[in-house]
């Protein structure tokens, strides 16, 4: 076992002892960069809760004037389309009294009434459609802005993947409850309530006796509402929390793959969803129970009514008429008010939606950059700084001080240092310069003026900043480089004025051998290029901007030290006239400083340049000491002179590869060949276990319903003859069994839409989730060269997750059962209308198809419209979802601007290409609602000439005609639902297309556990599959023999990265042959090989779960003890002590509340756990000071006895004592050998060791 880190101390020489044991016990102590406090209240904005929801009005807070007047014409001619209704109801219902004699006026009437609804319905659905879009899009604006606005503080409490899908998800839901929907909802209402009038108008007592129940309806529709808005609201959310895990696992699909945790990301994404199930399939009972009940009340009502309007005519109250008009105007109330539910439910979650987002809206920053401020122009200032007993502590933990009373300075041009033990302070020191965070006591002075006395933008525009994990974005070379000088002012560097950063910073001769050159895109996270490739474009970046402060925090640390030589030489050449401050464990890179301040537990306790500190003999001097590479020279002849050594040098630049540059030249979507949208639809129903049963029920329920509309129109056809029964003896019996008959019918009402509701609801929300569940299993499983494509970003796939199967549950929950309903409704009224009076039903047949185009041609070119808007969504979505999650890097270079520019350019694009949609899709609308009034003049125009003619009787025509038109009521229906389908079949076929394709693997693959670690390459040779002219691997031959420990070295981008990869099996070889235990890799199971390393890669990445979590992904089923072993071992068990909840804390985001060495000391923890046969560590120790450093590294060396260990490592003191080294230059092996053989060649391995020498 491992000695503990007690041990490894005393175990350390004599001379080192007395002058580091100081900041060795700085790294046991309570780390300063971690800053979460789980006992502390959590006030994030995700934990604290918003209203349930907002008022309606507050809806549309962000409508402009022009769209509120916009809106109040709207409002109006919702009220008027309703009310149109009223008009028709009487004109028809003194046709049925009075046959032949209002004939002409009824035409005429039917005719002017058709032309207003084509116009006012137009009218309407364009206004509505018009104003929701532009609502979203502003409402979206004013909420990525807010996000972009935040300070850190706000992001160290917010997961920035669940606020990026918010964008996506929420957004839509407002747009959704504002839109045509809420046009709907008036428009029901207004004929829900001139029905009544009309009703009351002409049979008071009748309307009050129906209106009975209106107080039960109403008691039933705010109870089902309350709980559907409830149980929404908590589903949303926690379908947002998978939509993040989804996000999370994507953007570390290696880190996924790697450590086999497919299974562990499933779970967690799986958990989420069981929690969003539940709280949906409450909802649907909720909705079920409600809908069934309001039904049944409806329907109920007509009856009574029926029964008692006969009973008035009776007793001589009223008339026939009166009571045929009124008992019309409350049939007609009562459809509007079942059709209303809906769009109840989406304005339900619109205001669910509009809550959150408000509250992130209404949430002020301490620190805005995009918010005008009265603050110091920063641009004219010399770069002076000061640090004046500077205390900080991260809001999160106050009680915890990452910096004490530090003091530091700076003057103008002056080159400072910051070093000492991982987590002692100094990145929060960078953090501060930046202004990331107000300090909790003392000042930081810029030229004597204290900072939060300058604009903050124009502050962070003079600085220039390089971190030690860089971050690029998905964007090329060029535009990558430009994001450092776009927040300075309109003119735009030359190419020229990049090429000569890019000269600078050692990468513009890398950048010139590809083929795009500096269009070149390096894809998220720039997952294109080699760590040391980043790094030097990152460098680029900040040189261009010619800043007045240059921050660098490991800004070298993932390169070689020839690259890192001459970078350091570049930036000392560039830096002459701003102020450094450099922050660093290779001791190399800021021995040259005017002044290093060595920093321990967030303070200062040494100060002076290097050589003053060398001579305290102190805590600095033996840093350097330890830092020293011992290798014996025999003769002085051995040292390269500097010209031979420049020359090497010289050679190494040259051979720079095109190492993980993986460029898509096809830019076809993924979604290369779709099945058309239905057949999708059907091969998902057929192939996910739906239930059969229940879609059948759901069925069955759906086309009974359908038929109850035209089967209610015999006894209401009926009734009106029983009305007119001289004999009231024959009336009462007559009309009290026709009302029995349709109290019946409520009954099968409710039975029927109880079934329909329910069982759609759950084959369809089950269906949906388990499509997110094999979405996101079929996405992880992709190989790595899927997400490589830029089209195949976290913020697209992991909106398809959460957007698709959601769009499908709303089609197959809703539209589909109105659909069949619709279906039945039609024939049911043909087959009575034929049986009762079959010339009128071939009237209304021949209209039928006029009336299918249009709803066809709608649903047609909506489906376009769909197709069209969801590429461009897609690639707007993975842009902000990358500016969230690396809001650092974006507040850094105050491009805030930059990609709120970039949403408000697409939101303006889309906004022409959807208005004109609406424009024509409109038209569509406007005509199936007005094309129901012009069957209906048709129909009783041909019923009249009928009669005249003596084909058909007055009884026959009637029950034909409403037989027909109570049917063509369900298909007007349909339009509510039209946009549902479009989006749900092109889901259909993303998501049918995704499951299809797998990656190509071998069937007859091996499964079998490594017994031995035997690794070996012979003549082994890379491309990337989809770049066959670039070479990343040219006939390479290593061997790792069980045990051993073997290094691979080489300048930054030679391939090194690339043979872990490959060893990985993350890529398949070109040729040649790469076995593991003497069995080429392609033939081993890919889980097994993988189970047997563990990997420890130079940028760690750490999921959003426990540290204990975190340390479990390499062994899940490792005992809390096995842990603690792990991360003693790692050297930071004792700094997890020391947060308040322990192994139990919250990581963050990407890690983001740790400091870069504690990241990656969890992460050889996770690798130790493991306890591979075969240990891959790729720049494991380049994030560590030195002291960690050594320390991890005896760990790793005891970890490594008995298995095998391959490192790559710039560091030559972590690869002196490997059983085998080699070097690789372009691709190729150049020198192989032991250390002491390697530095007696004096050639490639020997002048990086000495250019590592003090």
């Known amino acids: 076992m491992v000695a503990s880190s007690k041990d490894s101390i005393r175990g350390q020489s004599e001379n080192d002892s007395s002058s580091v044991t100081q900041l060795k016990e700085s790294i046991n102590q309570r780390p300063s960069s971690i800053n979460v406090d789980s006992s502390i209240?959590?006030?994030?904005?995700?934990?604290?809760?918003?209203?349930?929801?907002?008022?309606?009005?507050?809806?549309?807070?962000?409508?402009?004037?022009?769209?509120?007047?916009?809106?109040?014409?709207?409002?109006?001619?919702?009220?008027?389309?309703?009310?149109?209704?009223?008009?028709?109801?009487?004109?028809?219902?003194?046709?049925?009294?009075?046959?032949?004699?209002?004939?002409?006026?009824?035409?005429?009437?039917?005719?002017?009434?058709?032309?207003?609804?084509?116009?006012?319905?137009?009218?309407?659905?364009?206004?509505?459609?018009?104003?929701?879009?532009?609502?979203?899009?502003?409402?979206?604006?004013?909420?990525?802005?807010?996000?972009?606005?935040?300070?850190?503080?706000?992001?160290?409490?917010?997961?920035?993947?669940?606020?990026?899908?918010?964008?996506?998800?929420?957004?839509?839901?407002?747009?959704?409850?504002?839109?045509?929907?809420?046009?709907?909802?008036?428009?029901?209402?207004?004929?829900?309530l001139s029905e009544i009038i009309l009703a009351m108008y002409f049979n008071y007592r009748m309307t009050l006796v129906s209106l009975s129940v209106l107080p039960l309806s109403s008691i039933v529709g705010s109870i089902m509402g309350k709980y559907i808005g409830k149980y929404s609201s908590q589903a949303q959310d926690n379908y947002s929390k998978s939509s993040s895990i989804a996000s999370e696992s994507i953007s570390l699909i290696k880190t996924v793959i790697s450590f086999n945790s497919h299974n562990i990301e499933l779970s967690r994404f799986d958990n989420s969803n069981k929690k969003a199930q539940k709280n949906d399939i409450l909802k649907i009972k909720s909705l079920t129970i409600g809908m069934g009940l309001l039904f049944f009340l409806v329907f109920s009502s007509y009856a009574i009514a029926l029964w008692y309007g006969a009973l008035l005519v009776r007793s001589g109250h009223s008339t026939p008429f009166d009571v045929l008009i009124s008992f019309f105007a409350l049939t007609v109330s009562g459809f509007s008010l079942s059709a209303i539910t809906p769009s109840i439910t989406a304005i339900t979650l619109a205001r669910s939606s509009a809550s959150k987002l408000y509250a992130i809206i209404d949430t002020k920053s301490n620190i805005n950059p995009l918010e005008p401020s009265n603050g110091i122009d920063a641009s004219s200032i010399t770069g002076k700084i000061d640090f004046l007993d500077v205390s900080f502590s991260y809001p999160s933990r106050p009680d915890s001080l990452s910096l004490s009373k530090l003091s530091i300075h700076a003057s103008p041009g002056q080159k400072i240092a910051l070093v000492g033990s991982s987590g002692s302070g100094k990145s929060t020191a960078i953090k501060l310069i930046q202004r990331f965070y107000n300090p909790t006591s003392g000042s930081i002075l810029i030229d004597d003026v204290e900072i939060q006395n300058y604009d903050i933008t124009s502050l962070r525009n003079v600085i220039g900043v390089v971190n030690q994990e860089p971050i690029l974005f998905n964007a090329s070379i060029l535009e990558n480089i430009l994001f450092g000088y776009k927040s300075l002012g309109n003119h735009i560097p030359s190419l020229s004025d990049v090429e000569k950063v890019c000269i600078d910073a050692n990468i513009h001769q890398f950048i010139s051998t590809l083929p795009d050159k500096y269009n070149t895109i390096v894809g998220e996270k720039g997952v294109q290029l080699s760590g040391g490739q980043k790094q030097r474009i990152s460098i680029a970046r900040a040189m261009i901007r010619k800043p007045k402060i240059l921050l660098l925090d490991e800004a070298t640390s993932a390169l070689d030290s020839e690259s890192e030589k001459l970078v350091q030489d570049a930036i000392d050449n560039f830096s002459q006239n701003c102020t450094v401050v450099t922050v660093a464990h290779r001791l190399s890179t800021i021995k040259d400083s005017d002044t290093i301040y060595v920093v321990a537990h967030g303070k200062v306790i040494e100060s002076g340049n290097h050589q003053d500190l060398l001579n305290l003999n102190s805590v600095y001097s033996s840093l350097v000491n330890s830092q020293k590479t011992t290798f014996d020279q025999s003769s002085p002849e051995q040292i390269s002179t500097k010209e031979e050594k420049s020359n090497i040098i010289h050679d190494l630049d040259k051979s720079d590869s095109t190492e993980n540059i993986n460029i898509s030249t096809d830019t076809s979507p993924y979604l290369s060949r779709k099945l058309s949208g239905i057949r999708s639809f059907i091969r998902l129903i057929m192939s996910k276990n739906v239930s059969f049963l229940c879609l059948l029920m759901g069925s069955i329920g759906a086309l009974i319903d359908g038929c109850l509309f035209p089967l209610f129109s015999i006894a209401f056809s009926k009734m009106i003859f029983v009305l007119g029964e001289a004999d009231y003896e024959k009336q009462k019996k007559n009309s009290n069994f026709y009302a029995l008959l349709m109290f019946l019918v409520a009954i099968m009402v409710f039975i029927s839409v109880t079934i329909k509701t329910f069982f759609f609801n759950i084959v369809f929300q089950k269906l949906s989730k388990r499509l997110r569940f094999d979405l996101f299993d079929s996405i992880i499983h992709r190989n790595p060269e899927f997400f490589d494509r830029k089209e195949n970003g976290t913020g697209s796939l992991s909106a398809m997750i959460s957007n698709d199967p959601n769009d499908i549950y709303s089609f197959g929950s809703d539209t589909l059962p109105t659909i069949l309903a619709s279906f039945s409704s039609v024939i049911t009224g043909l087959i009575i209308g034929f049986i009762k009076g079959w010339r009128l039903a071939l009237v209304a047949l021949a209209i039928l198809p006029v009336m299918m185009f249009s709803e066809s041609r709608q649903a047609k070119f909506l489906a376009g419209v769909t197709d069209f808007n969801k590429a461009d969504t897609d690639k707007l979505q993975n842009v902000l979802s990358e500016s969230l999650q690396n809001i650092r890097t974006v507040a850094s270079f105050s491009i805030e601007s930059h990609f709120l520019n970039i949403l408000k350019n697409s939101n303006q694009k889309m906004v022409k290409s959807l208005l004109r949609?609406?424009?024509?899709?409109?038209?569509?609308?406007?005509?199936?609602?007005?094309?129901?009034?012009?069957?209906?003049?048709?129909?009783?125009?041909?019923?009249?000439?009928?009669?005249?003619?003596?084909?058909?009787?007055?009884?026959?025509?009637?029950?034909?005609?409403?037989?027909?038109?109570?049917?063509?009521?369900?298909?007007?229906?349909?339009?509510?639902?039209?946009?549902?389908?479009?989006?749900?079949?092109?889901?259909?076929?993303?998501?049918?297309?995704?499951?299809?394709?797998?990656?190509?693997k071998d069937l007859d693959l091996t499964h079998a556990q490594s017994r031995n670690g035997l690794v070996s390459g012979t003549e082994l040779e890379f491309h990337y599959s989809n770049r066959p002219n670039i070479q990343i691997l040219k006939k390479c031959t290593f061997k790792a023999k069980p045990g051993q420990r073997v290094a691979i070295v080489g300048n930054s981008g030679s391939g090194k990265s690339t043979i872990v990869s490959l060893i990985l099996k993350l890529y398949q070889v070109t040729s040649g042959s790469l076995e593991v235990d003497n069995l080429d890799v392609r033939r081993w199971d890919d889980i097994e090989l993988r189970e047997a390393m563990a990997i420890v890669s130079q940028e760690p990445c750490l999921f959003n779960v426990s540290i204990s979590d975190n340390i479990r992904y390499g062994k899940p089923n490792a005992t809390q003890f096995e842990i603690e072993e792990a991360s003693k071992k790692a050297h930071i068990h004792q700094v997890i002590l020391d947060l308040p909840d322990g192994y139990d804390t919250i990581v963050g985001s990407n890690g983001d509340k740790l400091s870069g060495g504690q990241k990656q000391r969890v992460a050889i923890a996770r690798a130790i756990i493991k306890d591979p046969k075969i240990l891959l560590l790729d720049e494991a120790t380049s994030a560590l000071d030195y002291t960690s450093e050594k320390i991890v590294e005896q760990s790793l060396d005891s970890a490594s006895h008995g298995r095998t260990t391959i490192v790559v490592s710039h560091r030559m003191s972590t690869v002196k004592t490997a059983d085998w080294i080699y070097v690789l230059d372009k691709g190729i092996i150049v020198e192989q050998g032991k250390h002491d053989d390697l530095i007696k060649l004096d050639r490639v391995y020997s002048k990086l060791v000495e250019l590592q020498n003090l």
């Open 41 to 192: 209240p959590n006030t994030s904005l995700s934990s604290t809760k918003p209203p349930h929801s907002v008022s309606i009005p507050k809806l549309f807070r962000f409508c402009s004037p022009g769209e509120k007047f916009l809106l109040v014409i709207g409002l109006s001619l919702s009220v008027i389309s309703g009310s149109i209704q009223a008009v028709v109801t009487y004109f028809f219902s003194r046709f049925t009294v009075l046959f032949v004699e209002y004939t002409d006026s009824v035409i005429q009437n039917g005719e002017a009434n058709a032309k207003a609804l084509f116009i006012v319905s137009y009218s309407q659905n364009v206004i509505f459609s018009y104003v929701s879009l532009k609502l979203s899009i502003r409402t979206k604006e004013k909420y990525y802005k807010s996000l972009i606005s935040q300070d850190m503080t706000f992001y160290d409490k917010n997961d920035s993947s669940d606020l990026s899908s918010k964008l996506s998800s929420d957004i839509n839901a407002l747009q959704d409850g504002t839109g045509v929907k809420f046009g709907y909802i008036l428009q029901f209402v207004s004929t829900f």
């Open 917 to 1000: 949609s609406y424009l024509i899709s409109s038209i569509s609308y406007g005509f199936s609602q007005s094309s129901l009034f012009l069957n209906y003049i048709l129909m009783f125009y041909a019923g009249a000439t009928f009669i005249s003619k003596g084909f058909m009787t007055p009884e026959e025509m009637l029950n034909s005609l409403y037989a027909i038109t109570l049917s063509s009521v369900a298909i007007g229906r349909l339009t509510q639902f039209l946009p549902f389908m479009p989006k749900a079949l092109t889901a259909s076929s993303n998501i049918v297309e995704i499951l299809s394709v797998t990656d190509k």
